[in-house]
């Protein structure tokens, strides 16, 4: 080989591990990067009440309802409730929405109207619902384990009188599913220290069509009203039951939004039809079933007509057969309803 070319390979061989000492050095000697995170911005400002959810007109303040939350200070309003200002969180349980909220959004001090205040049993009442308030004592009343936001069902117990026997004694469901309002003058089940105070009330005010209003009035003057307290699961089996039966039609085309707003409330609303009863007859054997026969006049001896004064209830009449005695027909009714 040309020692020329042998002399240019060697020195390009020299130049070559020379570049690459150098570069290693270079690289070795400056530290990596550090990636370093971007401290979080503190928050600035007070905090602030605010809805942890959705709470429409007539929602009954409970200690899940609200929050505390920081708030731009500049963005604060006098209307606000402001952490450490003298705000009693306590003091705003039990206290209903008078304006809806939107989850998120501050709770103002003119959007709650408290216990006593004028308007406050108006603002619980959802649209178009009326306010009733039933007698209970602590059986009928389920022994003051009955607290406003509660939902209860109606029975009634009444006897039935007749001429042909012991009275009918039956009690039936006349009305499913209705909200507590309040009991007595309590609109909260908690005392002072928000510790759940179990006491029996003389009083108990319902939430209520005005056509249930108007059943609820009557059956108070039939018999005796009695509260059965129902479980918070119940009222997706109401809702089914009235999408089987047709009550419920749901929109074709509706959004899942408002569908379920739909079906919710639905859930939510009493119901006064399919009522269920039990009579005597089903506790004991030695109780009837039917309804008896209504007070009838008595025959005369001589087989006249019946006595001055005397009514029949046609509704409850049986079988008629005309009896003659001489050329006087009496009329001899059997059984009935």
């Known amino acids: 080989m040309d020692p020329k070319k042998i002399a240019l390979l060697v020195g390009a061989l020299i130049i070559a591990g020379v570049t690459a000492f150098m ?35 007539g929602t009954i303040i409970g200690p ?85 936001g509660d939902r209860v069902d109606m029975v009634l117990t009444q006897s039935v009188d007749g001429s042909d026997g012991p009275a009918l004694r039956a009690s039936e469901t006349i009305i499913r599913n209705v909200r507590v309002l309040a009991t007595d ?68 085309g509706a959004d899942p939004k408002t569908e379920k707003q739909m079906l919710l409330a639905i859930a939510s609303r009493p119901v006064d039809t399919d009522p269920t009863f039990v009579t005597g007859a089903d506790v004991s054997r030695f109780q009837r079933r039917s309804v008896p026969r209504a007070q009838t006049s008595t025959a005369s001896s001589n087989g006249g007509t019946p006595s001055a004064g005397a009514s029949v209830d046609p509704a409850n009449r049986g079988p008629v057969v005309k009896v003659w005695r001489s050329s006087t027909p009496t009329e001899v009714t059997f059984g009935g309803k």
């Open 64 to 148: 899940d309802s609200f929050r505390y939350q920081p708030w731009p200070k500049e963005l604060v309003e006098n209307a606000y409730f402001v952490e450490g200002q003298n705000v009693d969180l306590n003091q705003l349980h039990g206290t209903v929405v008078r304006n809806a909220i939107s989850a998120g959004q501050p709770i103002t001090q003119g959007a709650l109207v408290k216990s006593g205040d004028r308007g406050f049993l108006a603002a619980a009442l959802g649209p178009g619902m009326r306010a009733v308030t039933v007698s209970v004592s602590a059986q009928s009343g389920v022994a003051g384990f009955v607290f406003p």
């Open 23 to 57: 570069a290693k050095n270079m690289f070795a000697g400056s530290p990596a990067p550090q990636v370093q995170a971007a401290a979080a911005p503190q928050p600035v400002g007070p905090k602030i009440l605010v809805a942890t959810r959705a709470l429409p007109v």
């Open 185 to 252: 003058q309590r609109t909260v089940s908690e005392d002072k220290d928000g510790n759940t105070e179990v006491k029996v009330s003389s009083n108990v005010t319902l939430e209520v069509t005005p056509r249930i209003a108007e059943k609820i009035a009557v059956a108070q003057s039939i018999g005796q009203l009695s509260l059965s307290l129902r479980s918070i699961a119940d009222n997706a089996s109401e809702l089914e039951r009235a999408i089987a039966s047709g009550d419920v039609r749901v929109p074709e």
